[in-house]
């Protein structure tokens, strides 16, 4: 674990400046205590940093996510509500492991479209979109990780605490979607239950014609603050039917590294 000091560079990193991401991505391994089970013993494929991010989650009814949702997958509930969350961030220090960043390739903003899922015993993330500002990562997220990624234009600006982000989707291959909002924390670093139970998922799940495949994930423990905005949130989820109802739980965290690993058969 870093010391404060370093806790705070981390967290001041503003999304013009590029910096050397990859020890940060290292020493997330020497925190593990907090995960649900233990990190895999093969080595991971791909380090990542997320600035800046932005988890917005509605309740959904349960069987509205369900019909949704591949076979087996059944949608997780909490509070007698499944979740719908659209997250979005700077992706930045992207690598694969033992190569360094490309500094065109590997800083760009990113958002995805997710709920909650539980195969198993372990608790993951379902994507239903993923939307990046790079033709290349799309590529090869979607050989790698078999995931519905989709290339847009897209725009991240941060002005003090303020997140100012613009996206839409101009992959012909997928149906139109855009998102735009402004936000900004709002208050201390929270322990909040519900957000720990959405933010806090170790592993993605992907479903083909042979099952379920897991793609393994880990990081420290979220920063986690509330956050406040303006979203507009509805085109991104019209593709799926669904409508967003009520105002969104926010939260945001400054920065999050992040190792992945390969998918593997469940």
């Not at 925190?31 to 990542?48: A, I, K, N, V, Y």
């Amino acid at each position: 674990m870093g010391t404060a000091a370093e806790t705070a560079e981390r967290a001041l990193t503003p999304l013009g400046r590029l910096v050397d991401e990859i020890p940060y991505q290292r020493r997330a391994l020497a925190e593990s205590q907090h995960r649900p089970w233990p990190l895999p013993q093969r080595d991971w494929l791909m380090g990542q940093s997320w600035l800046d991010l932005l988890f917005a989650h509605w309740r959904v009814p349960r069987d509205s996510i369900d019909r949704l949702l591949p076979r087996p997958l059944r949608a997780q509930v909490y509070d007698g509500s499944a979740w719908l969350g659209i997250t979005p961030f700077v992706v930045s220090g992207l690598r694969l492991r033992g190569v360094p960043p490309l500094p065109w390739l590997s800083r760009f903003p990113e958002l995805n479209v997710r709920t909650y899922v539980e195969v198993a015993g372990k608790p993951g993330i379902y994507f239903f979109s993923l939307d990046a500002a790079r033709r290349a990562a799309v590529f090869a997220a979607r050989r790698v990780y078999r995931l519905p990624y989709f290339h847009a234009r897209m725009n991240a600006e941060r002005r003090g605490t303020h997140v100012r982000y613009a996206s839409v989707r101009v992959d012909g291959s997928g149906p139109a979607a855009r998102f735009g909002g402004e936000y900004r924390p709002s208050g201390a670093p929270t322990g909040d239950p519900l957000a720990r139970w959405l933010t806090e998922r170790y592993c993605l799940y992907v479903v083909d014609d042979a099952g379920v495949l897991r793609g393994e994930i880990h990081h420290p423990p979220w920063p986690l603050q509330p956050a406040e905005g303006q979203l507009s949130a509805a085109a991104m989820v019209a593709p799926l039917g669904l409508r967003l109802t009520g105002e969104p739980l926010l939260h945001f965290s400054a920065r999050q590294d992040v190792l992945l690993w390969s998918l593997a058969r469940v």
